[in-house]
């Protein structure tokens, strides 16, 4: 039994977008384009790696059984998803900023994005907002991103 309701094509992206995002991040570890020279942290953790288990984590919420816990992971998920939004608003602005774009991070927050609007009804709105916005304050103030020039010598 899946979280995401009855609507069996919300269920498989459920299921699918977590993986897609997870591996986006595993393959951009091997970038040797544009999005070589954007490198970020957060609390000094590579975001790779941050992306990675927070794919993983949202992934195994997907699945859980009847009970009593079921509420509290639609709560748990809503946290998730509608933090990364803020995170993925705050990724893009710098990308933005820097002029400089990776494929696979935008490709990433369009997993976000597309997560984000499938669970949209079965979201309390309050937890929504105040999870987006905690977030969007909290990456400000610790993330750690840096743009490194590439010189083509060819």
């Known amino acids: 039994m899946t979280i995401a309701g009855n609507n069996t094509f919300v269920k498989i992206l459920n299921i699918i977008l977590p993986l897609i995002g997870a591996a986006l991040m595993i393959v951009y570890e091997f970038c040797i384009t544009s999005c070589s020279s954007i490198k970020g942290a957060f609390l000094g953790v ?17 699945f859980t059984v009847q009970g009593v816990f079921r509420e509290k992971i639609i709560y748990f998920r809503t946290i998730l998803i509608s933090m990364a939004v803020g995170v993925e ?15 696979f991070c935008l490709a990433f ?4 994005f597309i997560l984000f609007g499938i669970n949209y009804t079965s979201m309390n709105k309050k937890i929504m907002v105040t999870s987006a916005a905690v977030a969007l304050i909290g990456f400000t103030l610790c993330f750690e991103g840096q743009v490194t020039l590439r010189f083509d010598l060819s």
């Open 89 to 103: 608003f705050y990724l893009i602005g710098f990308q933005v900023l820097k002029d400089v774009y990776c494929p």
């Open 109 to 112: 927050g369009t997993c976000i």
């Open 46 to 62: 590579d975001l790779k790696w941050v992306g990675i288990i927070y794919m993983a984590i949202l992934f195994a919420s997907t």
